[in-house]
């Protein structure tokens, strides 16, 4: 079959299966959600100014209060881990447009753009097109794909207005969350709806964010209150040397919480997103016969949605039960391969505070993903093409407190069952020391797993080798491989040096096995027309070693209305290959995928007649597996919001060079990240 006639042949194929979402659907899904908001401004009337978020002591900022290392308010300078809250005043004067911009403001993560659509993210390295060993939560909603093993960063979205904040832990959370929380985990939490009331619009445009339009209405009462939303945007290509533009972006989202107060001790959240998109993709698509290897250039089609429900009660002495579940739907179609897939989660936390120094928490969960993997190109595989990927879970967690106020002690484990890998646990060890309020230091021994995925075991890839003689290369699973596995040390020291000037240091020596190594075979003539020698290679789990780092991370407040804050991270892999392997590529593409080094400078000012200015520095060193050279970046911000209820903003990002590579990907030369303009008007009400 030829190209054009491959071609017509996956597009019909992939049109026996459900939700082809093109740009007409994406342009009645922006009409239909504006009009919603639209018709809700009309009908209720302008409630007061919503009040402007005012800048916090660093005194404050150690006691906000996260959730994500234990499941459980515990305030920032007291939490046994290496953690950073993206505040939602940080992310407004910051002028990002999306959540992979935000968490370049978290020290030691490391974040690159490949292109105009696509992201490659990591914590304390593995830094990769869909984040391996990072485990996303959106308002404790996981977005880890089973099948990749990893993220879509590309509809991992929400209206920035309502994220309340990000907190980022760098270093493994598998006691609580379970499988894949390896290296890292980002929980995005959304603001409660009671914090919401009124009315919000923001539109903008640039020269690459071509165009953006954001809304929000909210209302209700103590008891009971509510938003809904929709947001749109399109993103023109980045620069290309070859003039290939394939990477627009176009998408849109709508989606509502609710927040009830049943009683006194009960309390019910529901919410809900619908998202619809073409994104612009390039893949190297190889046929048979005849035998050939080209590259498209073709319309991705992305959509989804996703509708959670979380109920709390409060116990007696401070105990709670929670019951989180959520049901998602998720529908890709590239120029290579499709998804459509299904997933329902259910779990449980209950809190005991029966004793006076033991806090204890335990839950269970289960979480069932069916997928359907049509064949697009008969050279891109999936065998089976349906199945149902389960994961059952059961974990418990006790912080004893040694000494009131001054040492305690965190044990826990959690045990998992997966489809692929069978049982695993994850248990851990916390020490945590505050010798007073300005001081605290910690120590933590943590393992955990990354569960096979489908792209391990059951996927199977055949790209053009040679034409002359002919041959190609073929890369299969066996349906043998297994969890690769991390065990971590870690210290940390916290310090409020003086009212104006905090310090925050993180050490860790990281030790991986079984990790994923590709293995030669022998290779073999297969005589089926036309005739060829075909070179296999498997999925194995002969990688080992270690990494090593250091993050250092300061926060001055010189003046009430200056805020400065200054990051470095150092990171040292060492990966190996075992004596019986015959992996010659793996070790060298992983380590040089990850920056050795990377420095932030941060500086949010108040100035007169109600103006801010942000100024962001970043350096990132090279990664020769990418053939990207250290760069730097700068990004600048400045707002007015002396004009109530509308803020004024222009944002340029990327500053000191009219474009750089990031990070590779996609085929033929690296894509250059442009230097862009943002400007954006914000109305409240």
């Known amino acids: ?225 509510y938003r809904i939303y929709g947001k749109g945007f399109e993103r023109g290509p980045e620069f290309h040397p070859d003039h290939r533009q394939f990477d627009d972006f176009r998408r849109a989202q709508m989606g509502f919480r609710t927040d009830w107060n049943v009683s006194e001790t009960d309390s019910l959240t529901v919410q809900g997103d619908l998202y619809d998109g073409v994104d612009g993709e390039s893949a190297v698509i190889t046929t048979r016969s005849p035998a050939s290897a080209s590259v498209v250039d073709q319309n991705g089609a992305l959509s989804g949605g996703n509708i959670l429900a979380r109920w709390k009660r409060e116990l007696k002495g401070g105990s709670d039960i929670e019951v989180q579940t959520y049901y998602d739907r998720f529908n890709r179609q590239q120029p290579n391969q499709a998804e459509y897939r299904d997933t329902f989660d259910v779990d449980l936390i209950h809190h005991l505070r029966t004793f006076e120094r033991n806090s204890v928490t335990w839950g269970a969960g289960i979480r069932l993903s069916m997928g359907e993997l049509p064949v697009v190109v008969p050279t891109f595989v999936f065998n089976p093409i349906r199945r149902v990927d389960q994961l059952y879970s059961v974990f418990a967690q006790d912080e004893i407190q040694l000494a009131p106020d001054r040492l305690s002690l965190t044990i826990g484990s959690k045990i998992i069952h997966t489809t692929y890998a069978g049982f695993d646990a994850e248990p851990s060890i916390r020490l945590l020391w505050t010798p007073s309020t300005r001081h605290s230091a910690w120590a933590a021994v943590t393992r955990a797993v990354r569960t096979p995925s489908d792209i391990d075991d059951t996927l199977t890839t055949t790209a053009l080798r040679t034409a002359n003689p002919l041959s190609f290369t073929q890369v299969s699973g066996d349906q043998v491989f297994t969890s690769e596995t991390l065990l971590s040390w870690e210290l940390g020291y916290r310090q409020l040096v003086h009212p104006k000037l905090s310090l925050d240091i993180d050490a860790f020596y990281n030790r991986y096995d079984h990790l994923l190594s590709l293995e030669p075979d022998t290779p073999f003539f297969d005589s089926a027309s036309p005739a060829a020698v075909i070179y296999p290679f498997v999925n194995r789990n002969n990688l080992f070693g270690s990494t090593a780092g250091l993050e250092i991370a300061a926060n001055w407040k010189p003046a009430p209305s200056w805020r400065l804050e200054g990051s470095w991270a150092w990171l040292d892999m060492k990966l190996k290959t075992r004596p019986d392997s015959m992996d010659t590529t793996t070790v060298a593409s992983i380590e040089g995928s990850s920056p050795g080094h990377q420095v932030g400078l941060q500086s949010f000012v108040d100035l007169p007649a109600r103006f801010q200015f942000s100024q962001i520095f970043r350096y990132v ?65």
Request: glycine letters at 10%; aromatic letters at 6%.
């Open 621 to 685: 060193s090279a990664l020769p597996a990418q053939k990207v050279s250290g760069y730097a970046a700068l990004d600048l911000n400045l707002a007015w919001l002396g004009l109530r209820p509308f803020e004024f903003s222009v944002a340029g990002h990327n500053l000191l060079q009219p474009d750089h590579a990031e990070f590779g990907g996609d085929p033929g030369p690296l894509i250059g990240i442009k230097r862009s303009i943002f400007a954006a008007v914000t109305w409240r009400q």
């Open 1 to 225: 079959m030829n190209m054009p006639g491959l071609l017509q042949h996956r597009q019909q194929r992939v049109a026996e299966f459900p939700s082809r979402p093109r740009a007409r659907a994406l342009r009645r899904s922006c009409a239909a959600v504006f009009g919603i908001v639209a018709v809700a401004f009309a009908q209720q009337p302008d409630p007061a100014l919503q009040n402007e978020l005012k800048g916090l002591t660093l005194d404050q900022l150690g006691k906000i209060e996260v959730t994500t290392v234990s499941r459980q308010p515990v305030t920032l300078a007291r939490t046994p881990a290496a953690i950073t809250v993206i505040t939602r005043d940080d992310i407004r004067r910051a002028g990002v447009t999306s959540i992979p911009e935000a968490l370049r403001l978290a020290p030691g993560v490391e974040v690159a753009r490949i292109d105009s659509v696509k992201w490659a993210i990591g914590i304390r390295g593995f830094q990769s097109r869909l984040s391996r060993a990072v485990l996303v939560l959106i308002d404790g909603r996981s977005v880890y794909s089973p099948l990749f093993h990893g993220v879509y960063w590309e509809v991992q979205d929400t209206l920035l207005e309502d994220v309340e904040r990000i907190e980022v832990i760098r270093g493994p959370g598998g006691t609580i969350w379970g499988a894949n929380a390896v290296n890292g985990v980002i929980n995005i939490i959304t603001r409660n709806t009671r914090e919401t009331h009124g009315a919000f619009v923001s539109a903008g445009g640039g020269n690459v964010d071509q165009g953006s339009l954001g809304m929000r209405y909210g209302g209700g009462n103590d008891k009971f209150s």
